[in-house]
């Protein structure tokens, strides 16, 4: 144990450092030792009909609180979650599903030096420079191939994103915009685009942070816009990078659990401001049976002025409750 470790029930989690260079295919993989991490798509589906689709994949990896002395390679010592949901406007409201279970028994797991993790029948997994994911929920199904062109795109500085102002609240993070999307969504064919974030930190929330508002948005001209703020109780913010304001445009207020989101932002970065319009309103994801939390997370529209310069997703959380996210306190 050192300074540079965070301390939990007595154990150990390694802080992120700034010193630290990412490195691949080494930190595609997992990362086991540190608290928790997520691999994380988003993005946009057309099918053959011509209708507009959003879809979110999430999976989660986080190390337990408790470490047990059984030396067994049977002995879990990490929770897999996972969630994933379909915008669909012609039904209405959001179609979402969930995973969770301990990585023992080979039901779940993530895999160091390359992204392969799963729950059940839910994967996601990197081959060479092609992601594919597999999803066959309740209600909706999902069979993606997601083709990487360019470089891991390094946010922050060279991968150290900052959270807060503490030394501990940071993660090491890499997205990979603008990926090629071919398959099937409910049995049907769809091509699209896409947004990977790899996240991975042993601190996930800024001092008196209540919740985070992001966005990932593949922009038509090629580049790309990333934007968070860390958020107090009280609305106001209590961690951005700098140049970064998010100004609320629209409210919207669920009828299930009459929780009010900002679902249409105005965001302003150094890269300039966009307007973010929902694909539909009712994108709130209920994921209190894995990691015990509600937030909304959506497909939006990017505008300058009145032209639309973009498609991505826009995530809220912290407007239900505090952010809590279950098995990591």
Same mark, same amino acid.
């Given at each position: 144990?050192?300074?540079?470790?965070?301390?939990?029930?007595?154990?150990?989690?390694?802080?992120?450092? /700034?010193?630290?260079?990412?490195?691949? /295919?080494?930190?595609?993989?997992?990362?086991? $030792?540190?608290?928790?991490?997520?691999?994380?798509?988003?993005?946009?589906?057309? !099918?053959?009909?011509?209708?507009?689709?959003?879809?979110?994949? !999430?999976?989660?990896?986080?190390?337990?609180?408790?470490?047990?002395?059984? %030396? =067994?390679?049977?002995?879990?010592?990490?929770?897999?979650?996972?969630?994933?949901?379909?915008? &669909? %406007?012609?039904?209405?409201?959001?179609?979402?599903?969930?995973?969770?279970?301990?990585?023992?028994? $080979?039901?779940?797991?993530?895999?160091?030096?390359?992204?392969?993790?799963?729950?059940?029948?839910?994967?996601?997994?990197?081959?060479?420079?092609?992601?594919? +994911?597999?999803?066959?929920?309740?209600?909706?199904?999902?069979?993606?191939?997601?083709?990487?062109?360019?470089?891991?795109?390094?946010?922050?500085?060279?991968?150290?994103?900052?959270?807060?102002?503490?030394?501990?609240? +940071? =993660?090491?993070?890499?997205?990979? %915009?603008?990926?090629?999307?071919?398959?099937?969504?409910?049995?049907? /064919?769809? !091509?699209?685009?896409?947004?990977?974030?790899?996240?991975?930190?042993?601190?996930?929330?800024?001092?008196?942070?209540?919740?985070? $508002?992001?966005?990932?948005?593949?922009?038509?001209?090629?580049?790309?816009?990333?934007?968070?703020?860390?958020?107090?109780?009280?609305?106001?913010?209590?961690? +951005?990078?700098?140049?970064? &304001?998010?100004?609320?445009?629209?409210?919207?207020?669920? /009828?299930?659990?009459?929780?009010?989101?900002?679902?249409?932002?105005?965001?302003?970065?150094?890269?300039?401001?966009?307007?973010?319009?929902?694909?539909?309103? &009712?994108?709130?994801?209920?994921?209190?049976?894995?990691?015990?939390?509600?937030?909304?997370?959506?497909?939006?529209?990017?505008?300058?002025?009145?032209?639309?310069?973009?498609?991505?997703?826009?995530?809220?959380?912290?407007?239900?409750?505090?952010?809590?996210?279950?098995?990591? &306190?």
């Amino acid at each position: 144990m050192n300074r540079r470790d965070f301390v939990l029930a007595g154990l150990a989690f390694p802080l992120v450092r /700034p010193e630290y260079r990412l490195q691949f /295919p080494r930190d595609h993989g997992a990362h086991p $030792d540190f608290r928790q991490e997520w691999w994380y798509v988003t993005g946009w589906l057309k !099918t053959q009909r011509g209708d507009d689709l959003g879809f979110q994949i !999430t999976f989660f990896r986080t190390r337990l609180n408790q470490e047990n002395p059984n %030396p =067994s390679s049977f002995t879990p010592r990490q929770v897999i979650l996972a969630h994933a949901a379909l915008s &669909d %406007p012609r039904h209405g409201r959001l179609r979402h599903d969930e995973r969770a279970a301990r990585a023992a028994l $080979d039901l779940a797991g993530s895999r160091e030096g390359t992204t392969k993790v799963w729950v059940d029948d839910w994967s996601l997994e990197l081959s060479n420079q092609n992601y594919k +994911a597999k999803i066959e929920a309740r209600d909706f199904s999902l069979d993606l191939e997601f083709k990487a062109n360019d470089k891991p795109l390094l946010q922050g500085a060279s991968g150290f994103s900052r959270k807060g102002n503490g030394p501990g609240e +940071a =993660s090491y993070y890499y997205s990979r %915009p603008h990926l090629n999307v071919s398959g099937a969504a409910n049995g049907s /064919p769809v !091509t699209g685009t896409a947004w990977l974030d790899h996240e991975w930190s042993s601190q996930y929330m800024a001092a008196g942070a209540a919740g985070w $508002d992001w966005c990932g948005i593949n922009l038509d001209d090629g580049g790309s816009l990333m934007a968070f703020r860390m958020r107090g109780n009280d609305g106001e913010t209590v961690y +951005a990078p700098p140049l970064t &304001d998010f100004k609320v445009l629209k409210t919207w207020k669920s /009828p299930r659990t009459g929780t009010r989101y900002p679902v249409s932002v105005a965001v302003r970065t150094k890269e300039g401001e966009f307007n973010l319009q929902p694909l539909m309103e &009712d994108q709130e994801l209920d994921a209190r049976a894995s990691t015990g939390t509600i937030y909304w997370e959506g497909a939006v529209r990017a505008f300058r002025g009145e032209q639309q310069v973009g498609r991505g997703y826009l995530e809220l959380t912290g407007y239900w409750q505090p952010m809590k996210l279950q098995g990591l &306190d």
